[in-house]
């Protein structure tokens, strides 16, 4: 920068504040300076400018999975809203990977995030990484809620969702079986199940879960062969599986097709299949989808209106929120 100022022939100080605030400069000065980065192709070190400040105008943004829809459309959210707002969103995907997480993690640190908005990996996360990084940095989390770590957490209820679903399954048809992986990447997971367990309790119905193999966020490749696993032991005897989320159920439709089964309502029909999430694919599944929709506008605009909230407070860890949405139960042709 200090090249520049000597070759343009404008002073430091006033570069710099052009840099941070275009308009705070006068108007024949800001053409004196735009001409001058034309000529010179001049380009601001915003990495090493951050350097002299406490916190810059950035807001980290970290997803588990980017290549997920689901995470994909509720990071656009999230961006759209910081832009709006008038902030950087930067935007990571930790790809399923714990080491990847904390990397990002110290990434943002030496950055100097405003606020950061994480959708952690959950049983995978370095629990303490996460606790230290946001005792030093504003940080709300969303979808996976782990260990009350963050200043808040914003998601959805899945108590309520599950109990909902639940209630639609049996009032509609058989009771509903359970269908999850062995091994849970997200913590979710844990709770529909256990929401789960109480609903069908309540209803007076006899539970049933259907565990199976796989680890990892290839949910579609998971589900259609644990779906052939299961239908070979016969395990599922009630006509209507309730699957964790979305991406399994995308799965074991396609284990059923491939078996020849019809999924749907009324005569000719061999099984019934719900999920979770509403999934942005899974309107477009044969047949389509019923499942519970999160509300993608609601639990990003709370996520940053915390946050923002959070930045301007030197108290932001004395008390920890959470806040939860009800989902919505959308009724399609699979069940």
Request: contains cysteine.
């Amino acid at each position: 920068m200090e090249e520049f100022a000597s070759l343009s022939g404008i002073s430091r100080p006033t570069l710099s504040k052009y840099f941070h605030d275009p308009e705070s400069v006068r108007h024949t000065t800001r053409d004196r300076i735009e001409k001058a980065l034309e000529e010179h192709d001049y380009q601001p070190n915003i990495y090493a400018m951050n350097q002299n400040r406490r916190t810059t105008n950035h807001i980290g943004i970290v997803v588990p999975f980017l290549a997920d829809p689901f995470f994909a459309e509720i990071a656009r959210n999230l961006e759209q809203r910081c832009i709006a707002a008038g902030f950087s969103p930067i935007l990571f995907s930790s790809h399923g990977a714990p080491d990847l997480e904390v990397n990002i993690l110290d990434s943002l640190r030496s950055q100097k995030p405003a606020g950061v908005l994480m959708a952690p990996l959950g049983r995978a996360s370095d629990k303490a990484h996460i606790e230290r990084f946001s005792r030093d940095i504003p940080t709300v989390l969303f979808d996976s809620s782990i260990g009350g770590l963050g200043a808040a957490f914003v998601g959805m209820d899945n108590g309520q969702s599950m109990r909902m679903l639940v209630d639609y399954l049996c009032d509609t048809g058989t009771a509903p079986q359970f269908f999850e992986m062995e091994t849970a990447v997200n913590p979710n997971v844990n709770r529909r199940r256990n929401a789960y367990l109480a609903a069908m309790e309540a209803r007076g119905e006899p539970a049933s879960i259907v565990k199976i193999e796989g680890d990892g966020w290839d949910f579609e490749e998971i589900g259609r062969r644990g779906g052939h696993a299961a239908f070979d032991a016969g395990q599922f005897k009630s006509g209507t599986i309730l699957c964790s989320n979305d991406r399994l159920a995308i799965g074991l439709l396609s284990a059923a097709f491939q078996r020849g089964l019809r999924v749907g309502r009324g005569e000719g029909a061999d099984i019934r299949v719900a999920g979770h999430d509403d999934h942005p694919f899974s309107k477009f599944t044969c047949p389509a989808l019923t499942t519970v929709s999160q509300d993608y506008d609601r639990i990003s605009g709370k996520s940053l209106d915390i946050l923002l909230g959070l930045m301007d407070s030197d108290d932001r860890l004395s008390q920890r929120q959470e806040v939860l949405f009800d989902g919505i139960l959308i009724k399609r042709e699979s069940a």
